[in-house]
């Protein structure tokens, strides 16, 4: 005799749950940690008779763009395929602190009949009035975002005037860094070929072709240099002792490109640890590098006009 399994009705109707985890900045706590709130939901989840245990999705790195989120966009695809019906979130900021991106998410994802549980808000998309509630509070997510940049930003313009900057894990070519300083390592010779090579009259082809050929690198890479790394070696202040800081435009808190039009005070720091390039080299380096732009932007400003010209003279034939 043949047996069929036949599920039972409460086993049917099983809600697929999961959880979309991502740290809020990268400075989370270890108890606000990525690993915790994936350990939270896997067995919060599971401990549910109600629910069927559907997956956690993660991103390891704060980012304000949804396009830059992995685990986000996986979320996404598998809720289209319907393989999705509730998702648990601990707090909107974790889901988008950009509220055109909250709204646009929240709706897609109810289009595809998937419910949106927010812990800390005590918010479900199910719930008519959670949709008002949820839009309120992402404009508040997103005016937190702004203050937090936006206090970054007066942190650091205060530094920078005070002559400080953190130098981080971002090295440079021919230096390392302690104690909070810039200090010159085993690469300093491949800097000083390049300034040497380029006042020879080389070009930046044939200069990462000299410099590959004497076993010179570029920084955490075994690729040989590229004309624009050459460019930037020779552009870089830090190898006459000096230090720009805020050499752009901050970002915006959004759209994390720079505010082209944002006014911002750049701070020259002269002398400000020791020097790789004499500051002689420097100065004649900068001032050929000059040259060759005016150059270019001469050359650019005529073939603009005769451009114009051209037209004008078709036009009237």
């Known amino acids: 005799m043949e047996i069929i399994y036949i599920p039972d009705k409460y086993e049917q109707k099983r809600k697929r749950v999961a959880a979309y985890c991502r740290v809020s900045t990268l400075m989370d706590s270890q108890e606000e940690s990525l690993h915790a709130q994936i350990d939270y939901y896997e067995s919060y989840i599971s401990g549910n008779p109600e629910w069927e245990y559907a997956g956690i999705y993660s991103d390891e790195k704060s980012a304000a763009k949804t396009a830059n989120r992995p685990g986000f966009q996986q979320m996404l695809q598998d809720a289209s395929h319907g393989n999705l019906d509730i998702v648990l979130v601990k707090s909107i900021s974790r889901f988008s602190r950009n509220v055109v991106d909250c709204q646009k998410y ?7 009949g998937v419910e949106l549980h927010f812990e800390k808000e005590h918010i479900n998309t199910a719930d008519s009035s959670g949709n008002m509630l949820l839009s309120l509070l992402s404009v508040i997510a997103q005016d937190e975002s702004r203050s937090i940049s936006e206090n970054v930003k007066w942190s650091y313009r205060e530094r920078f005037k005070r002559g400080e900057y953190n130098l981080g894990n971002h090295r440079i070519l021919g230096y390392d860094t302690a104690d909070r ?13 390049i300034y040497q090579l380029f006042l020879e009259g080389k070009t930046y082809r044939q200069i990462a072709r000299h410099v590959q050929k004497a076993g010179g690198k570029r920084l955490r890479s075994d690729r040989p240099m590229s004309n624009s790394t050459i460019l930037r070696i020779l552009q870089n202040e830090t190898y006459v002792g000096d230090k720009l800081l805020q050499k752009q435009a901050p970002v ?3 759209t994390k490109q720079p505010e082209k039009r944002s006014a911002y005070e750049s701070n020259y720091l002269m002398n400000d640890h020791e020097a790789i390039i004499d500051r002689e080299t420097w100065e004649k380096v900068q001032e050929i590098l000059g040259e060759r732009k005016r150059k270019r932007e001469k050359r650019k400003e005529w073939q603009k006009e005769s451009a114009v010209s051209f037209d004008t003279d078709t036009e009237t034939r």
């Not at 300083?181 to 070929?193: F, G, Q, T």
């Open 181 to 193: 300083r810039l200090v010159p390592n085993e690469d300093v010779w491949i800097v000083k070929l």
């Open 252 to 254: 915006n808190f959004l």
């Open 106 to 112: 929240m709706e897609l994802l109810t289009r595809y």
